[in-house]
Each structure stands twice: as C-alpha cells, then as structure tokens.
C-alpha cells in the first residue's frame, strides 16, 4: 500500500479508551494553558517554534497560527458550554484586524486571505462586536479578492468568499449573500481544462510556481468546497455544476488497491498532491508519496465534499477515502487539524455524519483522544503549548468537543 501513503509519517495508534471524562480533562488542560500563556499586553501568544517563527519571540495575530484562531476556539468553546473562560477578550479581538494587516503587508499574493490576513480577523471581530466599521472593511475584502490568481484556498477567493458566507449566516444583511453569489461565479468562471486529465480544475500561480493541486488546503477540492457549503444561498444549477465537475476530476485522478480483511476486501482511496506531469514526476522521483492530512489527500477531500450528493459513485469514493485514512494511522508530525492527526478524526466524523454508522464516530473518538496524547508529548518536549487553531492544540481541543457532542462542524470552515 506505500504507493498510496507513505508509512513513514504515520504511528501506531495509542489511545486509551474512550471516555467522556478524559475528552473534557483533555479540552480543560488545552484550554487552561493557553489561557495561562495568553499575553495581555501582546494581545497574542508565543508563536510555537515548530510554527517556523521568523525571529524569537514572535507572535502572530491570524487564523491559521495566531491568536485570532486561538480566540475563535475558545470563544466557540465556552459558548457551547465546555469551558469557562477567565476573561472577556473582546478588547484584544477589536485590535486583531489593523494587526493582521500589518504582519502581511507585502504578501505577495495579497492581504486578504481568510486564514492568514484580514478575511478572517474582520470576521471575527464583527461577530464579536456587530460594528459597521468592521462589516463594510470585510466586504471590501472579500470582494477585491475574487479573481486572486493564487486560486486556491488559503490565499485566494475560496478562502475569503467563506468569510462572506459567514456573514450572511450571520444575518448581516443582503449584500454578503449577493457577494457568496459573485464570488461562487468567479470560482467558476476561474476553471480550466486540466491537460493531463482532460476534467475541470484550477491552475494555482502560488508562489511563484504554477501547478495544479487536487487537495483541500491549495487546490480543487478546497476550491469546490465553497458552493456545497453555501448552496442554501446559490442557484441550484451552479451547485450541481460544481458537484459534477468535482466527481469527474477525482474519479479521474484516484488512486486505489483493494485490502484483504476479515469482513472481505475494502477499497483503499487517495489522491496524489497535484495533476501536473512534471511536477508529480519529480515528487515521485525523489520518493514522494500521496499525503494523508487535510491539507493534502483523502482527509481533506473528505472534510470538505462529504456533503456531495449520496449517489454510488460519491459513497464509494468517500468511503474508501475514509479507509485508507484508517489504515495509514495517526500522523506522525502531531496533533493539528492541518497536517496531524485531529484533521483525519474531522474526516471521521464527517463520515460518520453522512452514513450515519458509529464506526465512523468510533474511529474518530480514537484518533481525537491520540492527538491529545499528541499535544502533552509535544507540551514536555518543549516546554511550551502549541497555541494555535491550525497547527496546534486549539483544534484537538475543538474536535475532541465534537467527538463528545456528535458535531462535525470544522472550525472556520463551518462555524467561525
């Protein structure tokens, strides 16, 4: 099977069994600690070294490893009643956006992104705050980043159109559904004909380097994500275009072998991390195998279509997907949501909201419960939380919360 994952970043599994008790022991210790490490003067928290810091001592204010992801958690978590916290943090929320649009200044591919710029600091600090002010610098935001060439989530309009979804669910007014609306279209009027597929995707100008990627986190299915998550705003046909175009590129570049198991053989499903020949050949050539994280790979294919249609041909290719997460085990790299081990329970519970079988919570209770085994290795080794949504304990801490609730809302993607 290493030609669907690589064994080497994958671990035993080692958690013990489930309990609701060690899920909200596990939940109050993430939560104590960064509460205990919050910095009020900084209105931020030590960014972790393996957060590739760009000087010691920095700390960052966005989404993806900064404090407005860390606020976003513990705000949503005590609003659901897993924890009480210490202090009201809203004064340092309010500060967040003109922080975060410092600390990317100069980005080359744009200040908007959802996770790593404004987007998503605006965002949060109108929710918590119902300004104007905040409301209309968002919309200006969004709407200046549809045709972002990165075409991608993290930097482009499939990130930041999620922030206008948000708003509209938020009930802020008519103008973000007409903005989901304009920025879905853009979405679609972005899409190429892959040559080597012959199907539809992206092309990505991404740091310099074009490419097309398949995945959650750069590439297709991040980008298709947005219209299966706000179709109760958008036409029904657009809707049905996007979930079309997405089962025939997948089901074009799927990778897959059969497992012998006791019950019989299961489907084994993943994805290579791009289409282009060249650069899937070199990856290849230097020993590159499929990922398995939700960034790349079948987690975050299953994180963001699990709401395809149930028709056989989406069932068999999400199921297997979910197998394969099985089958490699947790990640070896940690805990987080991104590129660790609580991004594959997402997938799990995602599954488990979809076919409705308790394996699928099962296997997701014991993968929460090793990424928190994940977060104390990782808080003795050294000396220091990994307080952030993205990449650290934060979203062990939101996933362990949904394994106790039966939630398979992904933090920032379906809730903010």
């Known amino acids: 099977m290493q030609d669907l994952f690589d064994p080497t970043r994958h671990e035993p599994l080692d958690a013990p069994a489930w309990t609701d008790a060690a899920a909200h022991q596990a939940i109050d210790r993430i939560c104590a600690s960064a509460e205990t490490a919050f910095d009020e003067r900084e209105g931020a928290w030590l960014l972790h070294p393996q957060d590739e810091p760009p000087r010691p001592g920095h700390r960052s204010h966005n989404v993806y490893w900064g404090a407005a992801g860390v606020l976003l958690a513990l705000r949503h978590l005590a609003s659901q009643g897993a924890v009480a916290l210490r202090r009201d943090y809203t004064p340092w929320i309010e500060r967040l956006p003109e922080r975060v649009a410092a600390d990317v200044a100069g980005e080359q591919h744009g200040s908007a992104s959802y996770l790593f710029g404004e987007s998503g600091a605006l965002l949060l600090a109108f929710l918590a705050t119902r300004r104007a002010a905040f409301a209309d610098r968002l919309y200006a935001v969004v709407q200046g980043n549809l045709h972002n060439t990165a075409n991608e989530p993290l930097w482009g309009n499939a990130g930041t159109v999620l922030a206008a979804i948000h708003m509209a669910e938020a009930d802020a007014g008519p103008r973000w559904a007409e903005l989901v609306q304009q920025a879905v279209q853009a979405l679609l009027d972005d899409m190429i004909v892959d040559p080597e597929t012959g199907t539809w995707n992206w092309q990505q100008a991404l740091y310099g380097k074009p490419t097309r990627y398949l995945g959650a986190g750069h590439g297709f299915a991040g980008n298709v994500y947005p219209a ?3 179709a109760a705003l958008l036409n ?80 068999r290719m999400l199921l297997g997907a979910g197998e394969l997460i099985w089958h490699a085990g947790p990640l070896a790299k940690g805990p987080s949501l991104c590129h660790g081990t609580a991004g594959n329970a997402m997938a799990c519970l995602k599954l488990w909201r979809r076919f409705g079988d308790t394996r699928w919570l099962d296997r997701a209770r014991q993968l929460a419960l090793h990424a928190a085994g994940q977060v104390e290795s990782a808080r003795a080794g050294h000396g220091q939380g990994r307080h952030s949504l993205w990449t650290g304990d934060l979203g062990v801490a939101c996933v362990l919360w949904n394994c106790l609730r039966g939630d398979d809302r992904f933090p920032t993607l379906d809730y903010c």
């Open 228 to 230: 299966l998550r706000a």
């Open 236 to 315: 029904a046909d657009t809707v049905r275009t996007f979930e079309q175009r997405a089962l025939d590129t997948l089901s074009a570049t799927t990778l897959h072998r059969l497992l012998d198991a006791p019950g019989g053989p299961v489907e084994l499903i993943n994805w290579h991390v791009v289409t282009d020949a060249d650069r899937l050949a070199a990856w290849i050539a230097k020993g590159g195998r499929p990922l398995v994280q939700d960034c790349h790979g079948a987690p975050g294919i299953v994180c963001r279509l699990a709401g395809a249609p149930r028709t056989p041909e989406w069932d």
